[in-house]
């Protein structure tokens, strides 16, 4: 009598153990592309404190902790583009990008990461050039930084049969704590220690040295 109810047995165990093995991948298949999301880029080659933003095209990111996000571009450098960046280019002006943070992830005003290069260098760079995205440990876009490739220029004549699509990489870079290449980062933390400094002065009284010291000027 023993045997038939050990053999049911060793079938439902066997059972459970196929059952549960896709689960156990799937899992695994999850974690991989544990980052998927969308990130919309916008650029503008105005010069001016009001620039005009249009949309360069989207980052998808597939894995955060892989390191594995794509440019895909919404339409092709057409030629009012490359009027403006010929002029740009000439008038030594900059090129702009800028991308909403994670959070919200509407394209609001003020909820954007952006950066710069000078203009000439994604002319002479025939559009290549990899953004650097930096997200805190949580997922959230913190900052952005792009280099072009060359970075440098020199003066070089493009022809416009090379100014029509991007060539970008993206690399996703997750800070677990640190320095942020954010301009708007960098004016809270000055009007911090601004007012930390000032909030010093009225309270101790410390030496002429020790103010110093504190606030890191020596
Ligand atoms: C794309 O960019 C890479 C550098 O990231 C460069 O080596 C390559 O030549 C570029 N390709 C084209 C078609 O411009
Ligand atoms: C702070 O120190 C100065 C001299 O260094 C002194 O004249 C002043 O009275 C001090 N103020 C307070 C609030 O202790």
Not at 35 to 44: A, D, I, K, M, P
Not at 136 to 153: A, Y
Request: hydrophobic share 35%.
């Amino acid at each position: 009598m023993a045997a038939p109810s050990c053999h049911i047995l060793t079938g439902v165990i066997v059972f459970l153990l196929y059952a549960l093995i896709p689960i156990i991948n799937g899992s695994k298949l999850e974690d991989e592309f544990e980052g998927l999301r969308t990130l919309t880029v916008e650029h503008s080659l105005d010069s001016g404190f009001n620039p005009e933003f249009t949309k360069r095209g989207t980052v998808v990111i597939r894995s955060l902790k892989g390191n594995k996000a794509q440019f895909q571009e919404s339409s092709p450098f057409d030629s009012h583009l490359r009027s403006k960046l010929k002029t740009a280019t000439r008038e030594n002006g900059v090129y702009r990008i800028r991308m909403p943070t994670t959070s919200t992830g509407t394209l609001e005003d003020g909820d954007y990461v952006s950066t710069f290069v000078m203009a000439c260098s994604v002319y002479e760079s025939a559009l290549s050039d990899k953004l650097i995205i930096n997200v805190d440990q949580t997922g959230e876009v913190i900052g952005i930084s792009m280099t072009t490739f060359p970075s440098e220029c020199v003066g070089w004549d493009m022809p416009d049969s090379d100014l029509t699509h991007w060539n970008t990489t993206v690399d996703i870079s997750q800070t677990v704590q640190g320095p942020v290449p954010d301009t708007q980062s960098y004016i809270d933390k000055m009007k911090r220690e601004e007012a930390e400094r000032a909030k010093g002065q009225q309270g101790e009284n410390k030496s002429f040295f020790g103010r110093y010291v504190s606030t890191g000027i020596l």
